[in-house]
T-cell receptor, first 111, second 114 residues
């Protein structure tokens, strides 16, 4: 099992809908997570971080972390065509450990 | 500077030549990372520098790859005797350190080996 698993997609949603991006991980223990957005041909851009169980909201984005079930998700409300990108789920064990990147889910928001 | 910078933005080289890629992290960031991203693929970790600690080189794919960092500033990634499979975008990222590992990426160097 990969350390961080994501469905590669593409996930297609209509404009204005809620996009739900999911990620599962192995290796129980204290984990923090980041969501990065990567537009085609561009470098990844940090959009959300979540360090504890529960939900964290920032504008149209909500990150959810469930350590018991070992999954993390990103919800994008009122999806816009400009949200079309690949979303990377990233695990951080904490301390001086390096990040582990998932392979990303491609999101397409259609008019 | 305001963000992570990398140079050159594009590099075309002949197979067998050596190349050197440069990364300038955000000022004050103690951690620096190099990644490789092949076309249509995910990020592949190469090497990690944290302050004055010994670097984590566990991601370097072969001994043709090496990297250096002077203190908490500039880093260079060197690829010797380049091969066509080295063609990729090489991304550098920096972070404030271990208290918060949020990484900020540079624009990348696109390497093409012909």
């Amino acid at each position: 099992q990969k350390e961080v698993e994501q469905n590669s997609g593409p996930l297609s949603v209509p404009e204005g809908a809620i996009a739900s991006l999911n990620c599962t991980y192995s290796d129980r223990g204290s984990q923090s997570f980041f969501w990065y957005r990567q537009y085609s041909g561009k470098s990844p851009e940090l959009i959300m971080s979540i360090y504890s169980n529960g939900d964290k909201e920032d504008g149209r984005f909500t990150a959810q972390l469930n350590k018991a079930s070992q999954y993390v998700s990103l919800l994008i409300r009122d999806s816009q065509p400009s949200d079309s990108a690949t979303y990377l789920c990233v695990k951080w064990p904490g301390g001086g450990n390096k990040l582990t990147f998932g392979t990303g889910t491609q999101l397409k928001v259609e008019l | 500077g305001a963000g992570v910078s990398q140079s050159p933005s594009n590099k075309v080289t002949e197979k067998g030549k050596d190349v050197e890629l440069r990364c300038d992290p955000i000022s004050g960031h103690t951690a620096l990372y190099w990644y490789r991203q092949r076309l249509g693929q995910g990020l592949e970790f190469l090497i990690y520098f944290q302050g004055n600690s010994a670097p984590d080189k566990s991601g370097l794919p072969s001994d043709r790859f090496s990297a250096e960092r002077t203190g908490e500033s500039v880093s260079t990634l060197t690829i010797q005797r380049t091969q066509q499979e080295d063609s990729a975008v090489y991304l550098c990222a920096s972070s404030p350190g271990t208290r918060s590992s949020e990484q900020y990426f540079g624009p990348g160097t696109r390497l093409t080996v012909t």
